[in-house]
């Protein structure tokens, strides 16, 4: 039951998002210039975006894309294109700890509860690396347009699809239920 009520919230969350699409980039929008504002996001931009921006290179190298990494973004193909603290993925992160909460609720050991957020962090993480890159690969062999329409619409229909797959493989295979103590010794002794 805990399970249904879970992937229930994702699906929801999923319809909510199509719904409100249109005024959610909008509002996106908005929020990105008021925390610049504020000046919050400095830490952020100074320090991870650079990282992630050399991330996606080492991923999109191989592919043979002209790729140079600068501390606000990446030349692609002799395109410039800006990496903000908004594009790193912190709207996915709120997602994943939404349905963390609810879907870490019952009667799991501690151990398998952890491995599930960390599965989940890392999945999380390596889903937005592989978003930028997807991005980056519309910006070199098409349209600027089909890239920008990714990054602002379709990025996070993946990130409910992820999701999705990481609870599907959480409840199956990494959550556990507690046993009770009573029980396990009555196991042991027959």
């Not at 249904?4 to 969350?13: G, H, Q, S, V």
């Not at 709120?94 to 009667?107: W, Y």
């Not at 937005?128 to 519309?138: E, F, H, K």
Request: contains cysteine; glycine residues 6%.
């Amino acid at each position: 039951m805990k399970e249904k009520r879970t992937f229930a919230i994702i699906f929801a969350l999923l319809a909510i998002f199509l719904a409100v699409l249109p005024f959610l980039v909008t509002f996106n929008e908005a929020l990105t210039h008021l925390v610049e504002k504020l000046g919050a996001y400095m830490w952020v931009q100074e320090r991870i975006v650079p990282l992630e921006v050399k991330m996606v290179g080492v991923l999109v190298t191989p592919l043979g894309i002209n790729y140079l990494a600068h501390q606000n973004g990446m030349t692609v193909n002799g395109t410039y294109a800006g990496m903000t603290w908004n594009c790193i993925g912190w709207q996915s992160l709120l997602l994943l700890l939404i349905t963390l909460v609810v879907g870490l609720r019952g009667n799991y050991t501690l151990v398998s509860k952890i491995e599930t957020v960390l599965i989940g962090l890392l999945g999380t993480f390596i889903v937005n690396l592989l978003r930028l890159t997807l991005i980056v690969i519309l910006l070199a062999y098409s349209r600027p347009l089909f890239a920008v329409v990714y990054h602002d619409y379709l990025a996070a229909i993946i990130t409910i699809l992820w999701l999705f797959g990481f609870w599907w493989f959480s409840y199956s295979f990494v959550l556990e239920e507690k046993t009770d103590d009573r029980e396990q010794r009555t196991e042991l002794e027959d």
